[in-house]
DNA sequence: GCACCAATAT
DNA sequence: AATATTGGTG
């Protein structure tokens, strides 16, 4: 299938992800090390979310990152939103003191946040369902320290959930079930799928059989990112997320899920995050809200053993 | 060998 | 339940 693509060219910066639906969020996928440095302290003083807009301290990434051909949007330095993660070493009974684990080091959970499934779902959208595979996404998404397994597995998961949406509302009978109804929000079951519900479906997601626009065979952005570093499994990722917008208040809430890592409050420098795009552009719209979301998330973290550590705006206005 | 996907494991 | 990891395949 070959789409006319006479023209796509000029309009893929249309199409693109640039409006203000995307950029507002700002990704942050900060290295362990990093958010150590930064304040991670003890678990009890996790609650001290400053009441006063935290801005967070300018650390930016300053990486000896070889190459970081980012063009800089003038108006906007990457608001390192604080970010933070938690690391730590599984139960690894033997030995080793803690001490040299950084080569076996696995990165925590990445906690998919409306904001990071929103710039999901906008990188899919953008793409076209033809395109949409994880690689792709994970570049037009250019959220440092994202993985390609992490999008794929993501992907797999709401690729279920329009599957899903399909079957209610266009079977038209009535599955018995539940009320969909659909299209819109009313999510008639909270506990269905609690992040997919939070950003709007784009309409032809729903209904593949008509191609309707998709096009843009190929991925511009992120061109650049060559390293033959493949072996960054190692990092840890972090969780990004809070946008910050001056006109709207927000809060931080920021939850520790750390469980036994060291008490001396030393850590190691593993690796460095690569920088991706420095988008700009503040927004307007801000129709995403969800009530009670981030109560929501405690319970994903917390004890038990896991050890994920997260923070996450409250979107709530 | 890489990337995708579906299945499976934690 | 949400993510990660693995296995089969193109």
Redesign the pocket.
Known sequence: MREEDSNWFSRWEEELPSPEELMPLSQTLITPDLALAFDIRSPNNINNNTPTQPQAPPQSQSQPSPSNPLPASATTPPHPNSAEFASDSTELGSGAGGEEPARTL?RP????TPQLHKRFVDAVAHLGIKNA????IMQLMSVDGLT???V??????Y?LYLKRMQGLSTGSGGAGGGGGAGGLAATADP?T???FASSPVPPHFLHPGRPNSDFLPFVPVAALQHHHHQQQQQQM?AVAAAAAHPQLQQQFHRQVGHFGSPPSGQFEHPFLSRQSQPLHRMGTPVHNSVPGYAEDLES?NGTGGRKVLTLFPTGDD
């Open positions: 696995k959970r990445l906690v998919w595979v994880p690689k792709n390609r397994e992490n794929a597995s993501h992907l797999q998961k690729r506990a799928d609690h992040l990722a994903a």
